[in-house]
């Protein structure tokens, strides 16, 4: 099965930061990788499709990029809504694994 | 109004059985392809399962494959997962997702805890 690690584990930054989260899958995934922001106490919610469609009515500071093996999601001015912890997930085939999530924290 | 309402979690014992169900409104369920995933607590997010819209096609995570059962009733809008041989790695809240390859809407998820 393809392996999905996320670096880094977790991170501080201020707000206004740009901030950068890193996934790489152990194998070719082309462009099959969603990211998901789980907020504390919430549920999941879908950030980013296809490695870099921004879904409906998320904020445009975040973005994605990538194919292949490796992706980044990208908060071009970190927030303070945007504490939460960022998963990516690949979907080409199953099983759909999630990487191991980034926490993201504000200074 | 998208909802997905899951429910059955709760205590079992280790060896027992335990069926959750995920009820969908506010979409025409029947053509959706549906997933469930479980976080256990304080860890990550781990994807169990998958079935399409008919119910004709299923995938499972090695981890519970002969011991969990997807299935749904498209006359009730309803997902289920049966859960059979629990083990105390079983342990998490499990949400229902819809979706076919990306998961678009979660519903907030039903606590198993498999404890003696």
């Known amino acids: 099965d393809i392996q999905m690690t996320q670096s880094p584990s977790s991170l501080s930054a201020s707000v206004g930061d740009r901030v950068t989260i890193t996934c790489r899958a152990s194998?070719?995934?082309?462009?099959?990788l969603a990211w998901y922001q789980q907020k504390p106490g919430k549920v999941p919610k879908l950030l980013i499709y296809g490695a870099s469609t921004l879904q409906s009515g998320v904020p445009s500071r975040f973005s994605g990029s990538g194919s292949g093996t490796d992706f980044t999601l990208t908060i071009s001015s970190l927030q303070p809504e945007d504490v939460a912890t960022y998963y990516c997930q690949k979907y080409n085939s199953a099983p759909w694994t999630f990487g191991q999530g980034t926490k993201v924290e504000v200074k | 109004e998208v909802q997905l309402v899951e429910s059955g979690g709760g205590l079992v014992q280790p060896g027992g059985s335990l069926r959750l169900s995920c009820v969908a409104s506010?979409?025409?369920?029947?053509?959706?392809?549906m997933h469930w995933v479980r976080q256990a607590p304080g860890e990550g997010l781990v994807w169990i399962s998958r079935m399409n819209s008919d119910g004709t096609i299923t995938n499972y995570a090695d981890s519970v494959k002969g011991r969990f059962t997807i299935s749904r009733d498209n006359a009730k809008n309803t997902l289920y997962l049966q859960m059979n041989s629990l083990r105390a790695e079983d342990t998490a809240v499990y949400y229902c997702?819809?979706?076919?390859?990306?998961?678009?809407?979660w519903g907030q998820g039903t606590l198993v805890t498999v404890s003696s």
């Open positions: 997702a819809r979706g076919g390859y990306i998961t678009d809407f």
């Open positions: 194998q070719g995934i082309s462009s099959y």
């Open positions: 506010g979409f025409t369920f029947n053509t959706y392809w």
